[in-house]
């Protein structure tokens, strides 16, 4: 293969299983990737990580993506990371510190689905801080200070130890660079952060440290966390850039020699995998749909990014308050836009929960691999010999008597319930192949009903969204894209490249190298459009999925009504 010409960018994601890299042509074509497994401790509600097994992962994908994409280390122009939003613990000589009842050193990540703190999350919100308007009304034990606050009042150890909190993603950019600075992404959407006390800075290109000038001190005072205010937020984020911008003086020797990478390349502050993944496919638009005007036509997308979990990523010119939706977050994915960020807290972990807790599991998994196909592959082909067999019209109406709530996670949005549960309505006493195939399918259609209930919250509260565009590990499953098309009633638009994370993690060091002019110009030379997924123009399917999506939401509204009863029984 002939040596690659022109820039290469390199992007890191890494995600809750795996750090995975790739390297991407100044047409954001991929050239490469790899990527290596990172350890996970499970216990309870208690999910947690750790930040030098996971840099070891990185510099091992990192080797790994060059030397499958033929590319030598000297011609690597930048970097980018994007990761989940999970939370890291470090000394002052950037050693582990423990978040673990273990006391294990080595487990100093909370991971971002850990949900040890919802009696925290409760009591933060019902402080009622004029902050939380800028997340939905109420922080998510998922977010950030509950986590914090946990520690602080059950590990004081480790709390007194801990001389940086950082976001994943911004201890990966402060690990490569030795620059400290946080990102405008996780601050503003995991930390209650409020970016729009940059809006000034807009313009002030060449300003390196931004000082953090939109923590609301009062806040973290009336919390219980006061102690994070010292030293200007020393251990939280003194100065906060935007996304793509240049970090300190690039790579670091010590950095370079673990990745096999070139010393002083350029480094772009981070951002979370889902906004990365917006940031890799919000402009992947059929050139038909990009039109000159288009500062509006991007508002009228919204990005899933479908993996573990679900995010809806939209963006609005004005702040747009939508209850029980994060944001709006300024800023936090595309500049000068507010960022609207809604999301499904399982729905790929649901799917793999559904079919590897059925009994047909093992069968189906021997069959899929005799076959030498996923088995979810396996799962759509049933389906549509099923449809036949049973003479219907249409593969969704083979669920007509399984029904699915799919909160098995907690509701993240629009309802905001974390004390939320799953609902399976219409089980019998089969365990057959068919069955579950049934299951798979009632669940997708649930988690899409999900979706549906988010765009059109959405919708209800000023967003405009006609076009979704989907990335992730799902959005390669042909059944779940139709399904959520036909539910929806949206076209779905697939990007060219299917790594849209790693893709959107390469955009910000590309732009951290001066060669665009903005992220904005970034995305829309490198994101391009694939195939197009249109909803069914049956309009029996469209009016099965209203009768579906009816009981869908009628689902939770009895869970209510059960909570009360139970609750008063027991009062």
């Keep these: 293969m002939a040596s690659p010409s022109g820039s290469i960018f390199l992007g890191v994601d890494v995600g809750t299983g795996s750090a995975r890299a790739g390297l991407f042509n100044e047409k954001g074509q991929l050239l490469g990737l790899s990527s290596s497994p990172i350890q996970i401790w499970k216990d309870g509600a208690c999910v947690e990580q750790s930040s030098t097994d996971i840099w070891l992962a990185v510099c091992a994908a990192v080797k790994a993506a060059c030397s499958h994409a033929k590319v030598a280390p000297e011609e690597v122009n930048s970097l980018g990371f994007a990761a989940t939003c999970s939370l890291v613990a470090v000394d002052s000589d950037s050693s582990p510190v423990s978040v673990s009842w273990s006391g294990d050193s080595r487990r100093n990540v909370i991971v971002w689905m850990d949900h040890r703190a919802v009696e925290q999350a409760e009591r ?30 059950n590990l004081q150890e480790s709390w007194s130890m801990v001389f940086r909190w950082m976001d994943l993603s911004d201890w990966l950019s402060y690990r490569a660079t030795g620059d400290d600075t946080r990102s405008l992404c996780t601050t503003v959407c995991k930390w209650t952060y409020l970016g729009h006390a940059h809006m000034q800075h807009i313009n ?45 003086s690039g790579l670091t020797p010590a950095a370079a020699k673990e990745l096999g990478l070139v010393p002083g390349i350029p480094v772009g502050t981070s951002l979370i995998d889902a906004h990365a993944g917006g940031v890799g496919v919000i402009e992947s638009v059929p050139s038909s749909e990009a039109e000159e005007h288009d500062k509006e036509a991007i508002c009228n997308r919204m990005v899933l990014v479908c993996g573990t979990s679900t995010c809806h990523m939209a963006v609005s010119r ?23 960020e809604g999301g499904q807290s399982a729905t790929g972990a649901l799917l793999d929960h559904i079919i590897e807790n059925h009994a047909a599991s093992p069968h ?23 449809m036949i067999e049973q003479k219907k019209c249409f593969v969704a109406a083979l669920t007509e008597d399984v029904h699915v709530l799919p909160d098995f996670h907690g509701n993240r949005s629009p309802i905001a319930d974390p004390k939320a549960k799953g609902v399976i309505y219409g089980l019998t006493l089969d365990t057959s192949d068919k069955q ?19 765009v059109e919250h959405c919708n209800a509260h000023g967003h405009k969204i006609n076009t979704l565009l989907a990335c992730g590990g799902l959005s390669k499953n042909p059944t779940f894209i139709q399904e959520h098309a036909d539910i929806i009633g949206c076209s779905i638009i697939l990007p060219r490249e299917s790594e ?17 002019h903005s ?8 994101n391009a459009a694939g195939q197009v997924i249109h909803p069914s123009n049956d309009p029996k399917v469209k009016k099965y999925h209203d009768a579906k999506y009816k009981i869908f939401r009628g689902l939770y509204e009895q869970q209510l009504s059960y909570r009360s009863m139970i609750a008063q029984a027991l009062a």
């Design 124 to 153: 933060i919100n019902s402080c009622k801080s004029p902050v939380l308007e800028y997340c939905g009304g109420a922080v998510s034990p998922e977010m950030q200070p509950p986590k914090l606050l946990w520690v602080k009042e």
């Design 204 to 248: 002030e290109k060449d300003s390196r440290d931004m000082e953090a000038c939109g923590w609301d001190d009062d806040f973290w005072e009336e919390i219980g966390l006061g102690d994070l205010v010292e030293g200007h937020h020393a251990k939280i984020g003194r100065s906060v850039a935007f996304p793509g911008h240049p970090l300190g």
């Design 318 to 340: 004005s702040k747009l308050f939508i209850p029980g939706v994060w944001g709006p977050f300024w800023s936090a994915m595309v500049p000068e836009y507010w960022l609207t």
């Design 364 to 386: 189906l998994a021997n069959q899929a691999a005799s076959q030498k196909i996923s088995v979810f592959e396996l799962l759509n082909k049933m389906l549509e010999t099923m």
């Design 436 to 454: 579950l195939a049934l299951l798979y399918l009632a669940t997708v259609q649930g988690i899409a009903y999900g979706t549906r209930h988010i």
């Design 500 to 516: 849209s994370v790693l893709l959107g993690a390469a955009i910000l060091g590309a732009v951290a190298t001066r060669k665009y």
């Design 519 to 526: 992220l904005n110009e970034a995305m829309k030379a490198l």
